[in-house]
């Protein structure tokens, strides 16, 4: 199988680089950010940590789009929700008829992005629960030992295909530790929850997801997100993969055991001057809540609250 990785930053790193290491296939990257391009050409490859050990250069295949003219099967597209409209156009002379694409980004916008260039038959959606991290130009850190983290994927049609199944295989053999989901919404949605309440508040506060939990009050105030969250998928008639204790669990469990020392990739972007996904996180949460005559409060302020924090890191 023939994957190219479109964005070659913390997460697209991760799965490319774990495919081209455990399965057959062919990978490509794509990327725009040019110190980064720059970088990895100089360095020969991509100098890749595991749980912040045993830091190695890793060879890559890296293009700008324009330079680019290959004709992978899958198309895995991480970048972050701002970017990603003009990357897509930017690679737009690619896209073939025969081509799927797969994402697990963080929050929601990206699949109506992708339907674009895409029909839904074509598109495979994914949560990735697992922590990454761009050191810098040319420097990712694969949070977790091998074959940490966990991810779901699903058909944007619900419907498991051939290639579906052979994706699945392949990260599989990566490590990437799989699961077939038959439930898009249900799921994208789950994974957008559980961040509304972990990077968020890490961000606004600007802590470790371990610092969060050992808060006494923070499972109070987690379940007060989750369930002003599932009260407006209630309205919008959707029903998530999780039940709302469990989903309170998820947290738990991955602050605590999972990545109590990772800083969610939201604080990462806020620290270095980016804008966060916030919009497409707690903010379209409370769009859902909107469109269906509820109001999700804590939402909206929390979205407001991590866009004054983005304002109030510039003044440090
Ligand atoms: P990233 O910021 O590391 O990379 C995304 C793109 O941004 C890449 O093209 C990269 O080259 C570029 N980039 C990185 N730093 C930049 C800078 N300073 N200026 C300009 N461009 C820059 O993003 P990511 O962490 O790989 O996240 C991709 C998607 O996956 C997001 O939706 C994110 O929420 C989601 N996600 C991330 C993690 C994680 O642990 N990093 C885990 C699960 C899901």
Not at 85 to 90: A, N, T
Not at 130 to 151: C, E, Q, R, W
Not at 195 to 219: D, E, K
């Amino acid at each position: 199988m023939r994957y190219t990785v479109i964005g070659a930053g913390a997460m697209g790193l991760r799965y490319g680089i774990l495919l081209q290491e455990h399965t057959d296939a062919h990978v490509d990257f794509i990327d725009a950010w040019a110190p980064h391009i720059d970088k990895i050409r100089e360095q020969g490859g991509v100098y890749v940590s595991r749980d912040h050990e045993n830091r190695q250069l890793i060879p890559i295949n890296l293009y700008t789009p324009e330079e680019y003219d290959g004709d992978p099967d899958v198309w895995i597209i991480f970048m972050k929700q701002m970017q990603l409209e003009d990357m897509l156009g930017r690679c737009a002379h690619l896209f073939k008829d025969h081509q799927v694409a797969f994402s697990a980004m963080n929050g929601w916008g990206h699949f109506e992005k992708i339907a674009q260039y895409f029909s839904e038959d074509r598109i495979y959606g994914g949560t990735a629960l697992v922590a990454t991290v761009l050191n810098g130009p040319g420097d990712v850190d694969f949070i977790g030992k091998s074959g940490a983290g966990t991810m779901h994927m699903c058909a944007m049609t619900n419907k498991v295909t051939d290639i579906e199944k052979a994706i699945f295989e392949d990260f599989k053999q990566a490590n990437l530790n799989p699961e077939i989901s038959d439930d898009f919404k249900g799921m994208c949605m789950a994974k957008i929850v559980f961040n509304s309440v972990v990077n968020t508040l890490c961000t606004m506060y600007q802590i470790t997801m371990g610092q969060f939990i050992s808060y006494p009050g923070a499972r109070d105030m987690a379940m007060q997100l989750i369930n002003e969250a599932y009260d407006a998928c209630e309205r919008a008639g959707i029903k998530l993969i999780n039940t709302r204790a469990e989903e309170l669990e998820s947290v738990d469990y991955v602050s605590r055991t999972g990545n109590p020392l990772h800083y969610p990739s939201m604080y990462q972007d806020m620290s270095r001057g980016r804008k966060t996904e916030v919009d497409y996180i707690n903010g379209y949460i409370a769009k859902i809540g909107r469109e269906h005559d509820y109001v999700c409060r804590t939402h909206e302020f929390l979205t407001h609250g991590v866009h004054l924090a983005e304002l109030a890191f510039q003044y440090h």
